[in-house]
Structures are given as C-alpha cells and as structure tokens.
C-alpha cells in the first residue's frame, strides 16, 4: 500500500486535515534483467525500478518515495513487535525487546541470539549499549532501571526511584552517569557506581516519552546549580538535556544545573528527540510533524517535516541527515 499526503508541496510538509491518498503496486512480470515490470494505481507514477529498490512519485502532490527491499531480515529473534533496538559500537552486536515480553542479545552479522536478559516484570520499554559494547541498559514497566552484562546475561545493577514505568534513557560519556525518564513525569540522573540516584533533573508533571543529552552550543546559557553537584557526577557540566513531553511540550534543561533553557509548544504529544549537532535538534510527534528547532532560538522551527499522518516513533542522526520511524 502507498501513502501519499495530501497537500503536500515539494518541502514536504503538508496542512493538517487533508486525507491521506492510497494506492497499490503491481508486478506485471519480470524483464530479461531480472529487474521487474511494475505498474501502480492511478493517481501514482513508477519511476526508477532496480532489483533492490522502486521510486514512486505522486505527481499531483509533487512528493516522491523510493521502498527499499531489506539488505537482511533477522525473523527468529522475537515472535512479535520489536519496541526498541540498539547495536554496539563496534557493531557485533544487538540488542532488542519486543511486546513478546522479551529482550535479547543477538549476532548483528547473522541473526543469532546469544544472551536472554530475565529480570524485568511486565514489558522492558527500552534498552541501549554502553559505548564499550560490553554492557546494556534497559528500562521497564516495573519502573526499574537494569544495567546488564552483555557476556554472561547477569543484572549488574538494579536503580529504584521512579514511580512510574520507564520510557527511555540516555548515557552520559562513557557511562559512569545514565539518565532516565518515566510516566511519572520526572527526568533522574544515576551514578552506576553506587546504584544511586544523584537527583530528578526535571519534574513534568506529564509523562516524559522520550530523552537525549548532548554538548550545548557555547552560547547558551546553561543557567548555576543551585547546590555544587555531586563528586559522583561525572560530564554533567556543559550538557543540555532534551525531553520530548506527553503534554505536548519539548523542553531543555541544563544537565549539571536543573534549571530550564527552553520550552517548546508542538501540535502534539512528543515522542522522541534527537540531536543533530550542538546547536540543532530534531523531535517527533504523535501526528507525524518532525520538527527541526535551533536550541538558540526555539520561538520558530528551522523546519517542519509532515510526511504522513503516523505518529513518528524514533528518530536517528545519520550521515548528512536522519532517519526517523513512523507508525505506519
């Protein structure tokens, strides 16, 4: 099935309330290259067809998607959605948890899976690698926080303190501080040394959807700690932190000093956040709009991005752009 917004002008975006268009493709046969014949619905043209990709333009619209075939597809990993995923650093390895109730630990290069990690009640919402790609963190409905050994599956760390399930999380340098965030509404900072949380960064009152920490731009102000940090804080000075809010909000607060940097008012809830430097930064919403916002100046987005209607669910800088996921 293809989707195409309506409305959509050459930039992408597109007003909100305009239905979408659906069509179909259709493979007619295969040419003496291999390369199939395809035709697609009325309204659709079909552009480029190689043996691994096909272009299809709406040319009312002025917008275009190339499909891409997978490169591999790993299917015995888990028997049903996968809700969050992560590769190591040096990229051996995978980690995945799924709404089948588990998370895993799998062979990047062939699909097959090397540790099960047990410990977590009810569903584990998120995972990530440490950068040495030796050790996991995962978070759950149970509101715990878990730090893993990716070489013999053992819970090396166990964090308490969120009233709430756990949504995602983010590592600060090379990991002696983590952050997460919950339904509770609240963003925690934790020492891994001392299984201790150091303090609530921010405190919501609306679920936190999504996080990430990243280098500020020397020009911002950052705002002073109330109180000198902790010793056991360790690359919390110079960091801002971004969440994405349930309340429709995308908010910065200086990670070292608790204090606010920016807020800003989306047209729906935010799911996900992301950095694409030090001075630009990307977040998703529930109904489909990326925004691109300079944390200089957040009064205006840079751009906009409506591809569809779907609910944009993670977002990941890569090379000169980002790949984002929909729900769709």
């Not at 995962?138 to 878990?146: E, T």
């Not at 756990?166 to 002696?176: N, Q, Y």
Request: glycine share 12%; proline share 5%.
């Amino acid at each position: 099935a293809l989707g195409c917004p309506q409305g959509a002008g050459a930039d992408g975006c597109c007003p909100p309330g305009k239905p979408t268009l659906y069509g179909s493709v259709t493979r007619r046969g295969l040419g003496s290259d291999g390369v199939p014949d395809i035709a697609a619905s009325e309204g659709f043209l079909v552009g480029e067809v190689t043996k691994k990709s096909i272009l299809i333009s709406c040319p009312h619209e002025n917008v275009s998607t190339k499909f891409l075939a997978p490169y591999t597809s790993f299917c015995r990993i888990h028997q049903k959605s996968i809700t969050c995923l992560d590769i190591s650093s040096g990229g051996g390895l995978g980690v995945s948890t799924s709404t089948d109730g588990t998370m895993k630990i799998w062979q990047a290069a062939n699909g097959e899976i090397r540790r099960l990690l047990e410990g977590h009640v009810y569903d584990v919402n998120c995972c990530r690698f440490f950068p040495s790609g030796l050790v996991v963190l995962s978070g759950g409905m149970d509101a715990q926080l878990k730090i893993w050994s990716a070489e013999d599956a053992s819970c090396v760390v166990t964090f308490k303190g969120h009233k709430g399930g756990i949504l995602d999380t983010a590592i600060v340098d090379r990991g002696r501080n983590v952050l997460s965030c919950s339904r509770d509404g609240t963003a925690r900072l934790w020492d891994c040394g001392k299984s201790a949380c150091l303090g609530i960064i921010a405190d919501c009152g609306s679920p936190v959807n999504g996080i990430a920490v990243g280098i500020a731009d020397n020009s911002l102000n950052l705002g002073m700690p109330e109180k000198p940090p902790s010793e056991r804080e360790v690359g919390t000075e110079g960091k801002i932190l971004l969440l994405a809010r349930e309340d429709k909000k995308l908010q910065g607060v200086g990670l070292q000093s608790r204090q606010p940097v920016f807020l800003f008012v989306g047209s729906d809830a935010f799911n996900c956040c992301t950095f694409l430097s030090s001075t630009y930064i990307l977040a998703g919403t529930q109904d489909g709009n990326i925004y691109q916002l300079d944390v200089r100046n957040t009064n205006t987005p840079i751009q906009v991005i409506h591809r569809s209607g779907a609910p944009v669910l993670s977002l990941l800088p890569y090379r000169d752009g980002f790949i984002a996921s929909q729900g769709n």
